[in-house]
């Protein structure tokens, strides 16, 4: 099966700025989800895109879709240190299996 | 997530021995998901399950079998446990087409 591919892998801001990160897939993409995860915990649900759909905001969450382009692009505004963690995106391609990307290990410093 | 309990946390385990994890859930979520999360690899689907007794394999289910008895139990089975086996283990549910729930993960270690 498909995974999706991320990028940057890593991602080094200061607090206060923007941080975007990337989400490609080789097939065609179907409900598009993006995943924080903190070290050592569970993947936390952030928001989802559906195919349809080409933006999608979630507080300071802003989520594009370009299904032409198997992509999805995840910006967080004003970030914080507390936004340090893993982010992944993940799509089911229309069936039951949830497919995940390589992530993109984000640091916010103060 | 509160909904999704995991046990063990921790293990421990020697080559060529049975293990079981164990997943359960309170939400009577119809669908539940066992991954394994490597570095380098992210998040690999095991196995899941879409109602009691009824389960599919994953890309990586080679070594793992799992069962579902009971709606809020799924089962992740280790035969026979091999040092590639060493892992972070996270049990998923979902509901509908909204996102998943994980639990916080096993972590599991074949010596």
């Known amino acids: 099966s498909q995974q999706g591919e991320e990028d940057p892998q890593a991602l080094s801001i200061q607090e206060g700025e923007n941080a975007t990160m990337n989400c490609s897939y080789k097939?065609?993409?179907?409900?598009l989800q993006w995943y924080r995860q903190n070290s050592g915990r569970g993947l936390v649900h952030l928001i989802l895109i559906r195919s349809n759909e080409r933006e999608k905001h979630s507080g300071r969450l802003r989520v594009t879709l370009d299904t032409s382009k198997k992509s999805s692009s995840l910006l967080i505004t004003a970030s914080r240190a507390a936004d340090t963690a893993s982010y992944f995106c993940?799509?089911?391609?229309?069936?039951?299996?949830?497919?995940f990307g390589t992530g993109t290990q984000l640091k916010v410093e103060l | 997530d509160a909904g999704i309990t995991q046990s063990p946390r921790h293990k421990v385990t020697e080559t060529g021995t049975p293990v079981t994890l164990r997943c359960h859930q309170t939400e009577n979520h119809r669908y539940m998901y066992w991954y394994r999360q490597d570095p380098g690899h992210g998040l690999r689907l095991i196995h899941y399950s879409y109602g009691v007794k009824d389960t599919d394999k994953g890309e990586v289910s080679d070594g793992y079998s799992v069962s579902r008895s009971k709606t809020e139990d799924f089962l992740l089975t280790l035969e026979s446990a091999t040092s590639s086996q060493t892992s972070v283990y996270f049990c998923a549910t979902r509901l509908g087409d909204y996102g998943y729930t994980f639990g916080s993960g096993t972590r599991l270690t074949v010596v």
């Open positions: 097939t065609s993409i179907n409900n």
């Open positions: 993940a799509d089911t391609g229309g069936g039951n299996k949830l497919t």
